[in-house]
């Protein structure tokens, strides 16, 4: 398996990542970029709540993350594709310090 550092923002509902830049996505949430400020924030769409009313979660702050080939080729994953880098890993086969010039 191999692995990508990406910018993702979470779905506060159902916990979906969705990668920065692959908006719109094939399950038709998209992610408008609202940020500022010094640091990137985007407003995420999601239709996980139903097709109709899409959870709106503003201001989310995207975050560093490992995410897995299949996710990335799809644009988003849940939290088994998807690795959120501050979180920190035991079992992580990543050496996160190779990847810390993305941190801002
Ligand atoms: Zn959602």
């Known amino acids: ?12 509902q159902c916990h979906t ?3 920065v ?3 719109p996505y094939r399950n038709r949430a998209y992610l408008v970029r609202t940020g500022t400020r010094s640091f990137d924030e985007y407003t995420l769409y999601c239709f996980c709540q139903g097709a109709d009313s899409p959870n709106v979660c503003r201001w989310a702050e ?9 996710a990335h ?25 190779r990847y810390l010039h993305l941190q801002r």
């Not at 080729?73 to 310090?97: C, F, K, M, N, P």
Request: charge should be neutral; glycine fraction near 8%; aromatic fraction near 12%.
């Open 21 to 23: 830049g692959f908006s």
């Open 73 to 97: 080729q799809r644009g988003y994953g849940a939290l088994d594709e998807i690795w959120l880098l501050e979180r920190g890993s035991r079992e992580a086969s990543v050496d996160i310090s």
């Open 1 to 12: 398996m191999s692995f990508r550092i990406r910018h993702c923002v979470e779905c506060p």
């Open 17 to 19: 990542w969705y990668l």
């Open 62 to 70: 995207a975050k560093a993350c490992e995410v897995s080939k299949s």
